[in-house]
């Protein structure tokens, strides 16, 4: 995880005095051969030298398996589905129908529980796990860090409504994640419904529904009367066959968490199962924190045996709250667990110090590039002296207060003697209505560093013409600061 300079300097084939040169001028101060850099820094410097730098995981890290090339022999898992739409379209109400249908409530007569996800099984005996947080919030925020575990979104469209903006964005989600598509018509039980006018809608759309050219299924349901509904689960299936989801039962159980809260029984998450299969007794590691299951339980609060690919399980005994989203990885033992873990806070910490000073140094490197640039424009043409640069105006929020340091620090180096990033304000958390309204009001973009936006504040961005700059990528993040500066500058002649 750590290179001296002089050992960089040999891996990237400089000569050493050259290369502490180099790295003075981009922005390290006193360097000297025997510097230790962290692999973020040292990843850096290498790819300014056109290295692309690989980093290793460590041994004492846990880590998934690889994927199997050839899956044809593994068994079939059941298909992980999220409901998406507009608001008011029937997300909810669908949900309620399936989750009434759930097999821990039909075997047990139970009540199922909100626990972020449940099984429906099918007369066939197939099973559909369904995720159980409606929006898009949920979806994005699973994947920002990494979980892509949906594997068929399913887009609801009120017949009596057809395609709205949540919809097209809805559409716009599921084709970045490469995520395939179910239509649901909804609301087919009511009097003034035109499916026909949804499909053409969707077709607009690039949706390539069935009917119009297309194959993805349009299937016209009731999430009142459960009109339809089997046919939908049915679809579901079809489809999941097509893109053929299998899982390896055997081996050590990988899973991601879908939620976690605390309970009368502790602090609970719920896992939805990737590969292997969990048993009681198992170590499960997850970010930083790790459990000896004592138990697992269904949605209907049933305790269970052992869970299996595709299948959704409350699991107890969390030393610390695991995040939504994180990767579950199975250890050998306890302490193995315990040193994974602690391996991992180490190296968060370590991370964080990384990326401030990455950041910061990019930052320097910025304004040193600009100022050269700056000298050399003043030489040619001594044009506006004494306006001093146009300020363009940046809001930023991020996840953290480590982050809000890193986005402030590497924004505010940005600009020239012509335009210039100013820092507005800056502050921990999402974007709220008030960011909104004052970026508004004083021409700001907004930037939202590591941190989920409710659709709701881009829809109302949208319509305030507030430009929503989300990253989670640092330099990414400079890039787009430097594109909106530009944007400010006068046309070159
Ligand atoms: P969501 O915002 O997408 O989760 O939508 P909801 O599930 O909350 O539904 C919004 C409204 O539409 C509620 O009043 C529901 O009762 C109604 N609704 C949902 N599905 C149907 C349906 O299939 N038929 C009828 N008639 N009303 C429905």
New binding site residues.
Partial sequence: EFISVSNLADVLGVRQAEFIDHLEEIGFEGVIHSHVLDAETAGLIAEEYNFEPIFETSEQDLVAAPEPEDKSHLPQRPPVVTIM?H???????LLDWLRKSSVAASEHGGITQHIGAFSVVMPSGKSITFLDT?GHAAFLDMRRRGADLTDIVVL?VAADDSVKPQTIEAIKHAKQANVPMIVAI??M??DNVNPEKVKQDLARHSVDVEDYGGDVQAIPV???TGLGMLDLEEAIVTLSELLDHRADVEGNAEGWVVEATTKKAGRVATVLVKRGTVRAGDILVAGTTWTRIKTLKNEAGTVIEEATPGMPVEIDGWREQPEAGSEVLQAPSEQRAKDVVDYRLERSDIKKLGQDTAAINVSRRETLEQRRRSADDETVEETETSTGPKLVNFIIKADVSGSVEAVVNSVSGIGNNEVLANILRSGVGQVSEFDIKHAATSEASIINFNAAVDPMISRMAEAQGVRLMNHNIIYELIDDVKAKLSEHLPPNI
């Fill in positions: 739409g608001v008011d379209h029937g997300k909810t109400t409606p609801v909804n609301k039980d009511k009731s999430g009142k």
